[in-house]
């Protein structure tokens, strides 16, 4: 497999340890609806939390949480909003993204909570 392909399997797996050791519910992993797929749907509370896992090795040409482009935005909304409906879910839905820099020491985690609102 590419070091692309590897290195955003390592990021979904310390995403996904991340959340559960700050008392995440994990839902779903890679979630696909349409065209779009979300990396993590987790639940906290009455909170429905859609995760996107953003890695890189470095933030040489940016911060990971910068390569969010608006058309993925909003499929990720629609398959959300299609989780929540196919499941009957009443729940208070938040959009997130866990920015991920694998460095050669230990890994850079940042969680930015509403993130879609940021842009």
């Known amino acids: 497999m590419s070091d692309h392909y590897n290195r955003g399997i390592s990021g979904e797996r310390l995403a ?28 906290k509370d009455n909170c429905l939390i859609a ?3 953003k890695t890189r090795s470095s933030t040489a040409f940016g911060a990971p949480e910068e390569f969010l ?7 990720i909304i629609k398959a959300v909003d299609h989780f929540v409906t196919s499941k009957d879910l009443d729940v208070e839905v938040r959009f997130d993204i866990i920015a991920i820099i694998l460095s050669k ?3 850079q985690i940042e ?8 842009f």
Request: charged content about 20%; glycine content about 2%; hydrophobic content about 40%.
């Open 51 to 53: 995760v996107e896992v």
């Open 69 to 75: 482009k608006p058309a993925q935005i909003q499929r």
């Open 111 to 118: 969680h930015i909570e509403n993130a879609f609102y940021h």
């Open 16 to 43: 996904v340890e991340y959340l559960t050791t700050k008392g995440f519910r994990i839902l779903a992993q890679n979630y696909r609806y349409l065209k779009a797929e979300v990396d993590i749907i987790a639940q």
């Open 105 to 107: 020491q230990a890994p």
